[in-house]
């Protein structure tokens, strides 16, 4: 956690280094630029390659994941600057860390060849990832230029949904025979000379490249060299089937504390690896998309895209939320008698609102969580729903005392305190119900209940807790 700390406050050094760099850049073409010197493009020239030499050779020493983090922080002018200094080696990798989004911006800017040049540099998995935002016929001609084995593997990976174990495997797997020593083993590793990342164990297979079990590496070191592998390999292994989803593959790697995981098919044929880097990052994805979600954004956005892409981004879930205030501002209006009476009503119905969608928020982040863990089912849910009930009721009787009183020494009127008791009961009541309902209703129905729920629940909190608190008031107080 240190090290991380410490590495972005190197990286966020570099970045302004880098912004400085690029702002004496721009700062000294347009200088040059309004000088009429008879050697103005000399100058110009000159001045420019100084600055862009500097830059380069920052961006030289760098991991291509830290220029992928600088990319992303830098508008699509500076941004094209910067990748235009990269070294074409790192093209590849630097594609692979940066985020959807940007991944457009860069590849918009290189033409085929280069396009080409930087796909063929990853391993087939890898290609798989940057596969949708590759132009048709870039793909087409990587493809042609891969041999049998691995364009039937990219073609393989393609075919799978990005949300399954087949489209995140990989295919860098060492496989062991059962009746071989740990010595002829080990020799046949050195041969090698290199070993795929993240390598925990060899897979153990027959001829028929069938699984039978894995050799872990600790095993390797702890036993006899003259033991064959039959004797030392575990047989109770975890496996996946290139079907199984993403987020089962998840869970099977936090329980059982995986590395990798062989992947069969449905005759236990060894197909792929599956390993936990892959696992991290198909994670933090979803956690990235999870919260763009909850905001009502479809999908991710570059903080430095054109304006009109990022209303297209936004303004669905916004309309929606101008229908549902206007809902609520006509339930107001329904009760401007009252409010017009006791004037008292306009100051205190916000909080009883406020407070009901913080509570509904609390509920659905629950429930939204429980689903993704597969924790929620129909046997469950209506313990859930209790359960829930019970915690709005408490919260409501205790806060909703709190806030009589508040209102009764605030204006000297009982009833008034009453009102709201009452109202902000009835409203984490209706809270707790919403936010148990919603995310249910669009996951039986197969949308993402994360997709918008928080802005649902503060539209019903909202219109049913005004109508709520201003209802009781014309009851009780007009």
Not at 17 to 44: A, F, G, R, S, T
Not at 169 to 193: A, C, F, H, N
Not at 332 to 353: D, N, Q, R, T
């Amino acid at each position: 956690m240190r090290r991380e700390s410490e590495r972005k406050e190197s990286l966020a050094d570099i970045i302004s280094q880098i912004n400085q760099l690029l702002d004496k850049h721009k700062l000294v073409e347009n200088l040059v630029y309004k000088q009429q010197q008879p050697k103005q493009n000399l100058i110009k020239n000159l001045v420019s390659k100084q600055n862009l030499n500097k830059l380069k050779k920052l961006l030289d020493e760098l991991h291509p994941a830290d220029i992928a983090d600088i990319l992303e922080s830098l508008p699509i002018d500076q941004r094209i600057i910067i990748w235009d200094l990269v070294k074409s080696e790192n093209d590849g990798d630097i594609l692979l860390e940066v985020s959807d989004s940007v991944r457009q911006t860069l590849i918009a800017e290189m033409d085929n060849s280069e396009l080409l040049a930087a796909a063929e540099q990853l391993d087939t998995d890898e290609i798989a990832d940057i596969a949708p935002d590759l132009p048709e016929n870039v793909l087409q001609n990587l493809l042609e230029n891969l041999d049998q084995q691995n364009r039937e593997r990219l073609e393989s990976t393609l075919s799978y949904p990005e949300d399954t174990v087949g489209a995140l495997m990989d295919y860098d797997i060492i496989t062991v025979r059962e009746d071989v020593s740990i010595e002829v083993t080990l020799r046949y590793l050195r041969k090698l000379g290199k070993l795929p990342e993240h390598t925990d164990k060899l897979f153990v297979v027959d001829r028929y490249g069938s699984i039978l079990g894995v050799l872990p590496f600790k095993k390797i070191l702890v036993n006899d060299l003259n033991l064959y592998v039959r004797e030392v390999m575990s047989t109770d292994i975890v496996t996946l089937n290139p079907d199984d989803t993403a987020d089962d593959a998840a869970d099977a790697f936090e329980r059982y504390d995986l590395i990798t995981a062989p992947v069969i098919d449905a005759n236990r044929k060894l197909v792929g690896r599956l390993s936990v880097d892959a696992v991290v990052d198909y994670i933090r994805e979803v956690a990235e998309s999870d919260k763009l979600s909850m905001a009502g954004l479809k999908e991710d956005e570059d903080l430095f895209s054109s304006i009109w892409k990022s209303v297209r981004n936004r303004w669905a879930w916004l309309a929606i939320n101008l229908i549902t205030a206007l809902i609520a501002s006509r339930v107001i209006g329904v009760f401007e008698g009252s409010i017009e009476k006791v004037v008292a009503l306009a100051a205190l119905m916000p909080i009883v609102a406020g407070i009901g969608g913080n509570s509904g928020n609390q509920t659905i982040t629950m429930i939204v969580r429980g689903l993704a863990l597969g924790q929620i089912n129909n046997t469950n849910v209506r313990n859930l729903l209790y359960k829930e009930l019970g915690v709005a009721i408490l919260n409501g009787v205790i806060w909703g005392s709190v806030l009589g009183i508040f209102a009764y020494l605030l204006y000297g009127n009982i009833l008034l305190g009453v009102v709201m008791t009452t109202a902000m009961l009835l409203n984490l009541i209706l809270s707790a119900i919403m936010g148990v309902t919603i995310p249910m209703l669009m996951s039986k129905y197969g949308k993402d209940p994360a997709v918008g729920s928080s802005i649902l629940i503060t539209a019903m909190t909202d219109s049913g807790g005004f109508f709520i608190f201003l209802g009781l008031a014309t009851i009780i107080l007009i």
